[in-house]
């Protein structure tokens, strides 16, 4: 289905979850992510592992008899619009919501989810301020399954500075939450290690033409560029980065699973490093299996934010089964004791913020494959 017709039968269908009528013993799960716009594959890859979530789920039977449904609401990747989701996801009663992908529309509907006392479940948005918002933060409505900016940078840069051929990085990101927030972790995490940052560009969404930037980098010759881009952003930039043939290395944020078929498979980006929570090629026999079913549902290989979703709907599903209800209040009082096995093979359990500290894990990409080169704690 082309964007345009996804988007639009999201707003007519409400994905085809929304609008059916709940009953006794359906409880619902809200997602609030983008299914418009530049990000919308990530979104859609989002719902999918909810789907996907929600199906093994109610093929076992449910939770205490109680099967789920998910009502999927676009956010847009937009603050404003985000808000406008998820007032529109609580008028139809959800036990808890999943969002919002972006981090500065997590920040945003935050106060939301706290005032109306229900519980967020971020899965995707790396922002290192939800954390600092989150527990003894002061929301006690959020938590975190997915590491944050700070704990993922901090092994990027101990992987940098192990290799010993990085001593300059050139910063280049979105002009949003998650591009700010991911210079300044990356920012600190490099220069505790030595490795000098000499300059940080910061660009709008939905940016076409990269030229200029790049010229500027292909004369500073830095060893290094850190990007943190998504979606078309991030795909725009490594074609022109490409076509301009410039010799630093590439590194950062970079979503090798959603180009694996494009820009890896080309070769142009040999020898690129990433840092993400999640990989596909993950051997665990979890993980393995989890793959297998959502080709086979969806065609596609998981990524990040199709991982995560997943977890997360087995996360309130695992808190509702702990809790013995269904009221939000329980069910958020369950989230706070999670003892939850990932697919990744660690435990994902909260600190005193909500915080989760699941694996980060370094790749590498290795001519037109992709190698996961080491995998630490955040």
């Known amino acids: 289905m082309e964007l345009k017709a996804f988007a639009l039968a999201a707003t007519i ?37 909810a789907e996907l979530a929600i199906e093994e789920l109610n093929a076992a039977g449910g939770v205490d008899g109680n099967t789920f449904t998910l009502d999927a609401q676009d956010n847009q990747c937009n603050p404003s619009q985000g808000v406008t989701s998820v007032e529109n996801l609580l008028r139809n009663d959800p036990v808890a919501i999943i969002g919002a992908l972006c981090s500065s529309v997590t920040l945003a509907i935050m106060p939301m989810v706290e ?30 399954i997915n590491p944050s900016d700070v704990g993922l940078a901090v092994a990027m ?53 990269f030229t200029t930037l790049l010229t500027r980098l292909a004369n500073t010759a830095p060893d290094a560029i850190a990007l943190y881009a998504v979606g078309a952003d991030e795909l725009n930039f490594l074609r022109q980065f490409r076509g301009m043939g410039l010799p630093s290395h590439l590194t950062g944020r970079i979503a090798f699973d959603e180009i694996r078929d494009t820009v890896i498979t080309s070769g142009a980006i040999d020898g690129a490093t990433s840092v993400f929570p999640y990989a596909a090629d993950l051997d665990t026999p979890e993980n393995q299996a989890f793959v297998a079913a959502f080709k086979a549902k969806y065609g596609e ?25 269904t009221d939000r209040a329980a069910i958020r009082d369950a989230l706070e004791k999670t003892e939850y096995t990932s697919l990744t093979g ?18 590498r990409v290795d001519g037109t494959e992709v190698v996961i080169e080491a995998q630490s704690d955040t």
């Open 13 to 49: 269908t409400g994905l085809g979850f929304g609008l059916s009528p709940a009953h006794a013993d359906e409880l619902r799960i809200g997602l609030s992510t983008p299914l418009s716009g530049g990000v919308a594959a990530l979104g859609q890859h989002e719902m999918w592992g």
């Open 115 to 144: 005032r109306e006392e229900v519980p967020l479940v971020v899965a995707v948005s790396t922002s290192k301020v939800i954390t600092e918002k989150s527990g003894i933060g002061g929301n006690d409505w959020t938590f975190r």
């Open 157 to 209: 840069a101990n992987y940098i500075a192990s290799t010993g051929d990085i001593e300059t990085v050139a910063f280049v990101g979105e002009d949003t939450d998650y591009g700010r927030g991911g210079h300044e972790a990356i920012a600190a995490a490099l220069e505790a290690k030595g490795v000098q940052v000499v300059s940080a560009d910061f660009f709008q969404q939905n940016t076409p033409d």
């Open 301 to 325: 290989l998981p990524n990040y934010q199709s991982f995560e979703a997943y977890e997360a709907v087995k996360i309130i599903a695992d808190a509702i089964k702990r809790a013995g209800a």
């Open 346 to 363: 660690r435990m994902i359990a909260f600190d005193e913020h909500n915080q989760a500290h699941n694996a980060a894990i370094i790749m």
